[in-house]
């Protein structure tokens, strides 16, 4: 049978050296792992973003804490009209001691109620905002009254103001020499907009006495609206 050659690896001399042609493999290098560096600003950020969360969660819990139901206006109501219960609904703020509100457990009590003024949708309901009387009250008669711009005054008029509705002569007679006639008015409700021709209609309240005379003159366009009284 054939005989295999065998090898035999030199063994190394006395003095540690590998023999003559042989070579020493050199042993990897072991790189240390990187020192993590601190970053204080980082820890300072993260620290105050901390503190941040918990101020803002401690405000909405105690925001939430403080908050009460009241009486709110679903859809708009105009001056003098009966309040429904489809006319209210109800909605949750921070009390504010400037804001008079209904409470919402009173809402069963502001039915039936009038509007002593207009009042909008999405708006909150104050407790002057309604009243028992009737719109005109005894003795006094509502009246529309339709003006142009030139018939009123620059300044916007509102609900309570006292006004003078003035006879005006026609546009080729001179001015009259003695003081027109005149009734005192209180305004009650500012139509929205001018119609086609610029004409609004202002609703105001007279004297019983003095409403079919003043409907008459209103009829000939021949008024001015005068604003008398600068308190608001």
Request: zero cysteines.
């Amino acid at each position: 049978m054939p005989t295999r050659a065998s090898t035999a690896t030199a063994p190394p001399t006395n003095n540690g050296t590998p023999p003559p042609g042989k070579t020493v493999p050199e042993l990897p290098t072991i790189t240390p792992a990187p020192r993590l560096r601190r970053r204080p600003k980082l820890i300072a950020l993260a620290v105050a973003l901390i503190a941040l969360g918990g101020a803002l969660s401690a405000y909405i819990w105690t925001a939430n804490s403080d908050a009460v139901s009241v009486v709110a206006i679903s859809r708009s109501v105009q001056r003098g009209q009966a309040i429904t219960d489809a006319d209210l609904s109800t909605a949750t703020i921070t009390p504010d001691p400037a804001l008079h509100t209904v409470p919402s457990s009173q809402r069963s009590t502001i039915l039936g109620k009038r509007a002593s003024t207009d009042l909008a949708a999405g708006s909150i309901l104050t407790p002057t905002a309604t009243t028992t009387d009737l719109i005109p009250p005894a003795g006094r008669s509502l009246v529309g009254v339709a003006v142009t711009a030139a018939q009123l005054p620059a300044s916007p008029l509102v609900a309570g103001d006292t006004v003078r509705i003035i006879d005006t002569p026609r546009k080729q007679d001179d001015p009259p020499t003695g003081t027109p006639n005149s009734v005192a008015a209180t305004v009650v409700r500012i139509g929205a907009t001018p119609d086609a021709n610029g004409v609004s209609l202002v609703d105001v309240t007279v004297p019983t006495t003095d409403a079919a005379a003043l409907a008459a003159h209103i009829a000939t366009a021949r008024i001015a609206i005068v604003l008398d009284s600068g308190e608001r």
